[in-house]
């Protein structure tokens, strides 16, 4: 049963925007269970789709030719899969060998987390540099030579590989939710320390305080960064982690409730339907598949 966290007594050390960015991302992938399934090498010929199954998050690396827009050393990263509104349409249009990798997350325990991230992220093998280059040959070898450990092997390269993918697109600037927030080494660390303590009653002055910031400048710019307030933003993590404690079977309604930080059982589960459409008791009973995910998406 988790229980209610201590107040910090210790300031964190503040760290460069790069290092709290790659933590955060990093933390927050994991808790989404983000998890490499497949990866196969796909010869197309000019005209030719690559088989990618509805459904499915994709990680596409072109070792050689050209499909859609991308050319030889281009990544193109799919993490809501093929079937939405505007989907890259992707044709060889020469002969191309294509690493097609499938990877997985569990939306249903951090929901806004995942509707967070992009429609699809295109990476050149400029912007790669020499990362892609060295995890798609080892993709390949593994593809080729299947040796013991290989499926695991795998998994870690497209771990690897959409981290990367993610962590050069907020470089670029422009991405929203809590990716938009990394690109602000500012706005970063008051993520960083919400996701660190989600249940601890963070107040405004604390967090713009810890961001080095006046309290309507921080609001301004988190608004600006995640599309919501930072209070809005914290209430919406704190319910999807009991959404995560009821799935798990780590406590009843009532004591998950306090746990989470709400002073009765009646406010948290007015505050849970509100957020999800179905109450506490309902949604534990539903069990994980519980509404569309991309229904969810952050403003």
Not at 5 to 13: H, I, V
Not at 14 to 22: D, F, I, R, T, Y
Not at 23 to 38: K, P, W, Y
Not at 50 to 65: M, N
Request: include cysteine.
């Amino acid at each position: 049963m988790p229980a209610l966290p201590n107040d910090l007594t210790d300031r964190p050390k503040p760290l460069s925007g790069e290092e709290e960015s790659a933590d955060l991302l990093s933390v927050t992938l994991s808790r989404m269970r983000l998890r490499g399934e497949r990866v196969a090498v796909d010869w197309l010929e000019d005209g030719e789709e690559p088989p990618l199954a509805p459904g499915s998050a994709w990680l596409l690396i072109v070792r050689a030719g050209a499909i859609g827009q991308m050319e030889t050393g281009d990544l193109l990263l799919l993490p809501h899969g093929v079937d939405f509104p505007g989907a890259p349409r992707l044709v060889a249009r020469e002969a191309t060998e294509l690493l097609t990798c499938r990877f997985h997350f569990e939306p249903d325990l951090l929901p806004g987390m995942v509707s967070a991230l992009p429609d699809w992220v295109h990476i050149t093998s400029a912007e790669a540099g020499g990362w892609l280059e060295g995890l798609s040959h080892f993709m390949q070898i593994e593809t080729i030579d299947v040796q013991p450990g290989a499926s695991l092997m795998m998994a870690r390269l497209i771990d690897l590989a959409v981290i990367r993918a993610l962590r050069t697109w907020v470089h670029r600037g422009g991405a929203a939710g809590w990716l938009g927030g990394l690109s602000d080494p500012r706005i970063a660390r008051a993520l960083k320390l919400v996701h660190a303590e989600p249940f601890r009653g963070w107040s405004l002055e604390e967090l713009s305080n810890l961001a080095g910031m006046s309290r309507s400048s921080f609001c301004a710019r988190f608004q600006e960064l995640i599309g919501e307030s930072p209070s809005r933003y914290r209430n919406r993590l704190r319910l999807a982690e009991a959404r995560n404690f009821l799935r798990t079977g780590q406590g009843r309604v009532g004591e998950i409730a306090l746990a989470v930080g709400y002073e009765s059982e009646a406010a948290f589960s007015r505050a849970y339907k509100a957020q999800f459409g179905v109450s506490p008791a309902n949604d534990l009973r539903l069990g994980p598949a519980v509404g569309p995910i991309r229904s969810q998406r952050l403003p």
